[in-house]
C-alpha cells in the first residue's frame, strides 16, 4: 500500500514540473526554439553567397504586445550569429502601421536604473540588405557591450523618434528574458545544416 501510494506520489510530483523547451524542426525549413520571451531560429541551409541575413545566420527576436496588420510584433529587438564567422548583430525593427521613423532625431535604449543611451540614425545606426525599418547597431565595441548588458537585464525601453504625426516618440517595453538561453541555441546550431 505504502509503495503504490508513493509511486503514485512521484507519477504526480514528476508530471507538475515545468518542461524543457526542446528545439523542433518548423515546415519552414529552421529548428526553432523558444526562450521564455525570445524565439531563437536557424536554418537548414547555409547560402554564403546570400544577400540577407537569412542565408547565413541564426537569429533570435523579441517583440512589442502592439501588432502591426501583417499581425507580427510593431517593434522588434534582434540578435543575430554570423554562421560563417561567429559575429553577433543587434537591429531594433520598427514594423508599425502609419508611422515613419524621425531619422534627425536619436533613438533610445533604456535600462532601468541607468542612463539611457541615445543612438543616432547618422552614424550610431546603420540599414543593411534589403531593409529599410531594421537598424544595425554600427560600432562592434557599443555593440558588444550592449549585448553584455541585455545577459545581465530583465527589460529594456526602447524610445522610437515619430515624425509626421500626433505622437513625437514611442516607447515601448521589450523584454530580456531569454536572452542567453537563445544566444546559447543560436551557438550550438549555427553548424547544424541539412546541407553545406
Known amino acids: 500500500m ?3 501510494i508513493g509511486s503514485a506520489f512521484i507519477v ?9 523547451a526542446e528545439p523542433f524542426h518548423h515546415p519552414f525549413g529552421e529548428w526553432r526554439e523558444y526562450h ?3 524565439l531563437a531560429a536557424c536554418p537548414d541551409i547555409i547560402d554564403e553567397d546570400a544577400t540577407d541575413y537569412y542565408g547565413f545566420s541564426c537569429f533570435a527576436s523579441t517583440g512589442s504586445q502592439e501588432l502591426n496588420s501583417a499581425n507580427l510584433p510593431a517593434y522588434k529587438l534582434t540578435l543575430f550569429r554570423n ?14 502601421d502609419g508611422v515613419a521613423v524621425d531619422t534627425g532625431r536619436p533613438l533610445v535604449l533604456a535600462f532601468g536604473g541607468e542612463t539611457p543611451e541615445a543612438f543616432s540614425f547618422a552614424g550610431d545606426l546603420e540599414t543593411r540588405y534589403n531593409t529599410t525599418n531594421q537598424y544595425f547597431v554600427a560600432d ?3 555593440k558588444a557591450a550592449l549585448i553584455e548588458r541585455m545577459k545581465e537585464r530583465n527589460a529594456l525601453l526602447l524610445t522610437v523618434p515619430l515624425a509626421g504625426g500626433e505622437q513625437t516618440s514611442k516607447q515601448v517595453w521589450l523584454s530580456l528574458r531569454g536572452v542567453i538561453a537563445s544566444l546559447d541555441f543560436m551557438a550550438t546550431y549555427a553548424r547544424r ?3 553545406y
Open 140 to 142: 562592434p565595441v557599443r
Open 2 to 4: 505504502i509503495a503504490r
Open 83 to 96: 554562421r560563417l564567422n561567429g559575429d553577433l548583430d543587434l537591429a531594433i525593427t520598427v514594423a508599425a
Open 36 to 38: 521564455r520571451d525570445w
Open 193 to 195: 545544416v541539412a546541407q
Open 12 to 20: 504526480l510530483l514528476t508530471s507538475c514540473l515545468p518542461v524543457m
